[in-house]
């Protein structure tokens, strides 16, 4: 079954520390993996696309890293600040039925206090 | 421009009313989606269109029908929902459905809510 899983389902930091979500899938085929900002009622924002030959790819103070051999990847925010405060999606693409179907994860809700 | 856009924000309907949900985007993209989201779980696709064609009925109740009037405008009928059928509903669009690395572009969703 193609499947996305996410950890922790919830997370707590201070504003300025570091953390790291993670990330584990087992869909296949494999296209991509994405991780996506998700405001509350707002939609996804995209923060990085992985594709398999890909292992690290920063935006900002965001960095995702793929390892496509355990099909396993993780984001990494650094230096967090209050408006990073937000659902973080981690999402399989797949080339089923002739189109990109996204596989979605549950999802890492993170807050920043100060 | 990368915005994709969707009226209106918020919607309340009676179980007998029918509504329309309506999304645009001006990137020239060739693929739009629908997404229904309920909280705190993942977006749901819905349908997707590929080149004003709907090529993917994810199983939805004909209670929602979708229409792709051009190639910028998406529109996503509602009749005689149901309570259940109360979450946010994306819209998104890419350059093409079938190219591996094009990105999603997601809209900021309308909240629906079913009396």
């Known amino acids: 079954k193609n499947q996305v899983e996410q950890s922790p389902q919830s997370l707590i930091i201070l504003e300025g520390k570091n953390c790291t979500l993670q990330?584990?899938?087992?869909?296949?085929?494999?296209?991509?993996l994405r991780w996506y900002k998700q405001d509350t009622g707002r939609g996804p924002v995209s923060l990085t696309i992985?594709?398999?030959?890909?292992n690290t790819k920063s935006n900002g103070r965001y960095t995702a890293t793929l390892d496509a051999d355990t099909k396993q990847s993780s984001l990494h925010i650094t230096a967090s600040q209050l408006s990073d405060s937000a659902s973080y999606i981690c999402?399989?693409?797949?080339?089923?039925?002739?189109?990109?179907?996204?596989?979605f994860g549950a999802g890492t809700r993170l807050a920043v206090h100060p | 421009d990368t915005e994709v856009t969707q009226t209106p924000k918020h919607l309340v309907m009676g179980m007998t009313n029918k509504k329309s949900l309506k999304c645009e985007q001006h990137?020239?993209?060739?693929?739009m989606y629908w997404y229904k989201q309920k909280a705190k779980k993942p977006p749901e696709l819905m349908f997707v269109?590929?080149?004003?064609?709907?090529?993917i009925n994810e199983s939805v109740p004909s209670r929602f029908s979708p229409e792709c009037p051009n190639s910028s405008l998406l529109n996503l009928h509602l009749h005689a929902l149901q309570p259940e059928d109360s979450a946010l509903y994306l819209c998104?669009?890419?350059?093409?459905?079938?190219?591996?690395?094009?990105?999603?572009?997601f809209g900021p969703g309308t909240r629906l809510t079913v009396t």
């Open positions: 998104a669009s890419s350059q093409e459905g079938t190219a591996i690395s094009y990105e999603q572009y």
């Open positions: 990330c584990n899938y087992t869909v296949s085929p494999f296209s991509n």
């Open positions: 992985m594709t398999f030959s890909e």
């Open positions: 999402v399989v693409c797949m080339f089923s039925g002739g189109y990109n179907k996204l596989i």
């Open positions: 990137m020239g993209h060739r693929a």
């Open positions: 269109y590929s080149y004003e064609k709907l090529s």
